[in-house]
């Protein structure tokens, strides 16, 4: 299994660019999660999906972000503009969702590394 | 709202013991605790769901105290390759699956020789 796909590993860009980010989650997980980590503010989840829809986006900062899932096996977090304040690693998480109330284990992919000039 | 973790960072020798501790403020249905070593993703170690059930393989196992809202991360007889950063995440008591884990800023604990 290959696990959780990340593209692209690293971006740097200029503030005002439009990022997007790119996520493959495992086959067959029915959830998915878009976190950003940052040493003041630690691991946050940005928004999740459950069967390619959105549940619950009370963490996407604001405007500037959207995420998409237009199918079971692709995922995309924009940011459109971006700003240095945006500078972060986002990871992409995916899930089973059969163990009814609790989360099952979500398995990360290996992050992308975002850094905004 | 996030949980608190403790303490922050620990420096240990091999061999030596470790507990890590997470509190929350709200009630919780289950806990979750994961190790990122630098540069790489989170990986998973394991779940506690309320109950007070314990919880563990090998050397590293955790409790949690659904009265107190507080886990525990007991690590013994430590290893090199247990540096890394641990995190606790929580997931809510909300009467229905939430599916969404809060986490903590983490525990960065290195074991030297």
């Known amino acids: 299994d290959a696990g959780v796909i990340q593209s692209p590993r690293h971006e740097v860009t200029e503030m005002g660019q439009e990022v997007t980010l790119r996520c493959k989650p495992i086959s067959g997980h029915d959830y998915l999660f878009w976190y950003r980590q940052t040493m003041m503010r630690g691991l946050e989840l940005l928004i999740y999906?459950?069967?390619?829809?959105?549940?619950?986006d009370s963490g996407m900062p604001e405007d500037r972000f959207s995420a998409k899932m237009p199918n079971a096996s692709f995922s995309t977090l924009k940011i459109q503009p971006s700003e240095p304040r945006d500078s972060a690693v986002y990871f992409c998480?995916?899930?089973?969702?059969?163990?009814?109330?609790?989360?099952?284990?979500?398995?990360f992919g290996p992050g992308t590394r975002l850094t905004v000039l | 709202q996030q949980p608190v973790q403790s303490p922050q960072a620990v420096i240990l020798r091999e061999g030596e013991d470790a507990v890590i501790n997470c509190s929350s403020s709200k009630a919780l249905y289950s806990v979750h605790w994961y190790r990122q070593k630098h540069g790489e993703a989170p990986v998973f170690l394991m779940i506690?769901?309320?109950?007070?059930e314990q919880k563990g393989h090998e050397k590293i196992s955790a409790s949690f105290n659904e009265k107190k809202q507080q886990s525990s991360l007991y690590l013994t007889a430590s290893q090199l390759s247990y540096s890394g950063t641990y995190f606790c995440g929580t997931e809510k008591d909300s009467g229905a699956g939430s599916y969404q884990l809060t986490f903590g800023k983490g525990t960065k604990l290195s074991v030297i020789p």
């Open positions: 506690l769901l309320k109950g007070g």
């Open positions: 998480a995916s899930s089973l969702g059969t163990s009814g109330y609790s989360t099952d284990t979500q398995y």
């Open positions: 999906f459950n069967n390619n829809v959105p549940i619950d």
